[in-house]
């Protein structure tokens, strides 16, 4: 598991990996249609009973199943951020970017 967003990574992982400094509402606001996409698909395609709200709600359990198995990682993440002498909003800059160098700013 691995929360960095380096170009070796396909960009369903991206959409699918929460970043350090990311809620579960940014989370899922950034790669919603790809959990609604993962929960059409888990319904089946012949089902057309699954759409609109149902599919938002099924989503976002996906995303939330989710981003509670990858939260102990993060907050170690944001820990070692934070002791290195970034803020919230540093950490969630940095992260949301693709990395960040200590000291810049």
């Known amino acids: ?3 960095s967003k380096d170009n070796t990574r396909l960009p369903e992982d991206i959409l699918s990996t929460p970043l350090p400094g990311e809620t579960l509402a940014m989370f899922y606001a950034r790669s919603r249609d790809y959990w609604s996409q993962k929960a059409h698909s888990a319904t089946g395609t012949a089902s057309t009973d699954a759409r609109g709200k149902q599919l938002r709600i099924a989503g976002f359990s996906l995303a939330e199943e989710r981003y509670r198995e990858y939260k102990p990682i ?3 993440v ?9 803020n919230e909003e540093e950490i969630r800059r940095c992260c949301w970017w693709g990395g960040c ?5």
């Open 1 to 3: 598991m691995g929360v």
């Open 74 to 76: 993060l907050q170690e």
């Open 78 to 86: 944001e820990k070692m951020l934070s002791d290195a002498g970034l």
């Open 101 to 105: 160098r200590i000291g810049e700013k």
